[in-house]
């Protein structure tokens, strides 16, 4: 099956640090996605990214889609207290049934444990 | 708040017990998924579901069993669970050509087994 790997699996940084993450798949993708999961609640989706070389922004947080397809990074820039929680890649592919329906499911990364002190 | 509500948000039980998770979502939404997180783990797809038609269980014991009744409901149900049971149960939905919108989770039951 689809494999993705993220890394790194865990970051501590000061307030005011930039952070990078990154994911790669063995498999090609269609569409990447980011996600930030906060203490006990579910993951909420922060960019998505649907072409290759693709460069999205939201606000201080910047992702792109990579040329081959097979990997993506997340920027957070000048981090706060509140960037706190767990990042999640997540590739999507595409399959197609006799229909010609897409049905993309989403392959999800470890995650990335973010603390930021103060 | 989501569009994805999931109820109870904390859930105590026995390994005798028997319990239901319920996850709802009025988003338009034609595929529903059961995700289990434990501690230090990658979320584990558990079922899914397009358009009520079970597609997907991923080696699920059998002491899980999913019921869609329709494409806004989906409901977990529990019965004689283990203690390695205990972890957080994230419901999502999506439309079934994601590649505009991805998933949208619930916040998840977190669920001990005692």
């Known amino acids: 099956g689809q494999q993705l790997n993220q890394s790194p699996q865990s970051m501590f940084i000061q307030e005011g640090e930039d952070v990078s993450m990154n994911c790669t798949s063995s498999s090609i993708f269609n569409t990447w996605l980011w996600y930030k999961q906060d203490p006990g609640e579910g993951p909420v989706l922060l960019i998505a990214l649907y072409k290759a070389g693709e460069l999205t922004s939201n606000g201080r947080l910047t992702a792109q889609f990579g040329i081959t397809r097979k990997d993506s990074f997340l920027n957070i820039s000048a981090s706060i207290p509140s960037d706190v929680g767990i990042y999640f890649c997540a590739g999507q592919g595409e399959r197609r049934n006799a229909g010609g329906t897409s049905y993309g499911k989403l392959t999800f990364g470890q995650g990335t444990i973010l603390t930021v002190h103060p | 708040e989501t569009g994805v509500t999931q109820t109870p948000r904390h859930l105590v039980m026995g390994m005798t017990n028997k319990k239901s998770l319920k996850c709802e979502q009025h988003l338009g939404h034609n595929a529903m998924y059961w995700y289990k997180q434990s501690a230090k783990k990658p979320l584990e797809l558990m079922f899914v579901?397009?358009?009520?038609?079970?597609?997907e269980n991923n080696s699920v014991p059998s002491r899980f069993s999913p019921e869609c009744p329709n494409s806004s409901h989906l409901f977990l149900h529990l019965h004689t669970l283990q203690p390695e049971d205990s972890a957080l149960y994230l419901c999502?939905?999506?439309?079934?050509?994601?590649?505009?919108?991805?998933?949208?989770f619930g916040s998840g039951t977190r669920l001990t087994v005692v």
């Open positions: 999502a939905s999506s439309l079934i050509r994601t590649d505009l919108y991805g998933y949208t």
């Open positions: 579901y397009n358009f009520k038609e079970q597609t």
